[in-house]
């Protein structure tokens, strides 16, 4: 029993010691890129409820049918790669919007493993003058930034959303 209690006091330390600790490692909340991109994503979640909570769509759905509507016809497979959708998550939005009536599947003639997605008329009816509506959701997101800001902005995040790392130097 005396081993437990001197393992616990040794683990148990002073909040002076945590709170040195905390200081001493650099984290920053309001300055972590992680917890900045959130709020970001939250204010672009905002705009666009605003602009857009009378359809009851999401961003993600939006996405889906602006992306349909560019293609015309699409395998699910491919919707979810063009909208950095998981399978799992394809599935949802397009039962979803199904069951609106929005958009319909079928299975390929060519291809039996895959299925195919395109607008309904009501889709595209609903989806065309959204368009424009989602355009300016991006200009109210973007609103606190000049133009030049608004470019190199978009450039960078970009960057931050592939993934692609920087060599040592090449900045």
């Avoid at 996405?63 to 497979?77: D, F, G, P």
């Avoid at 079928?106 to 959204?130: A, E, H, M, Y």
Wanted: charged content about 20%; cysteine-free; glycine content about 6%.
């Amino acid at each position: 029993m005396a081993a437990k209690a001197q393992t616990a006091s040794a683990d148990h330390q002073s909040t002076e010691n945590v709170q040195r600790l905390y200081r001493s490692s650099g984290y920053d909340l309001a300055s972590h890129p992680a917890h900045v991109i959130r709020r970001a994503h939250q204010r672009a979640t905002m705009r666009f409820q605003e602009a857009m909570g009378s359809y009851k769509l999401t961003p993600t759905q939006f996405a889906a049918l602006a992306t349909i509507l560019k293609h015309s016809e699409i395998s699910q497979n491919q919707l979810g790669r063009l909208t950095a959708m998981d399978p799992s998550t394809v599935s949802l939005v397009i039962r979803k919007l199904s069951k609106e009536g929005l958009v319909e599947s079928s299975g390929s003639q060519n291809d039996q493993r895959l299925t195919l997605i395109r607008l309904t008329d009501k889709g595209t009816r609903v989806t065309l003058p959204l368009l424009a509506v989602s355009v300016e959701v991006g200009r109210r997101v973007l609103a606190p930034l000049t133009p030049a800001e608004q470019a190199l902005f978009m450039t960078l995040l970009d960057r931050v959303a592939a993934g692609t790392e920087v060599a040592d130097g090449e900045i």
